[in-house]
């Protein structure tokens, strides 16, 4: 009976310790994601600036997309018609700024493997890339990394926050 009670404790606290361990493996880029709107606007600032510091564009400033998110539908990695505006913005944006870069993170609502929702953000990620570059940015630019499940961006089981969750997030 003891050593039931003593195995019941060492388990949850493996549990414990393995959640711990798989919420904290980003947890810069974590940060960078949640004041994702703050940070773009002081990106924007900073881009703007250093651009205008080596007269590089002339009376060219470009202004960063406000928007970073393009959503997408259950178990697709088909980029909607209605972001092709957006990411076109994107693309004019990075063309004019040689020396940005972009991580596009790709996320999934919590139904499937692990496994597939790693491999679902990844697709995701790249199918946003390709587009990028068939607009003409340069690969070097861009950098993809697939988060799965791991971020959702609502809580809750409904479709609703599935949908918010099903993303590629532009982080600048």
Known sequence: MQFSSYAKTLAAALSLAVVAGCSSGGGTQDGDQQNSGMNSGSSTQGMSSSSGATGQNTGQQAQMPSENRVYFDFDSDSIRPQYESMLNQHAQYL?????????????????????????????RANAVRQYLTIQGVPASQIEVVSYGEERPAASGNSEQ??????????DY
């Open 95 to 123: 063309q004019r700024n040689s020396s940005t870069n972009i991580v596009l993170e790709g996320h999934t609502d919590p139904r499937g493997t692990r496994e597939y929702n790693l491999g679902l953000g990844e697709r």
């Open 161 to 170: 926050a599935y949908s918010q969750d099903r993303r590629v997030v532009i």
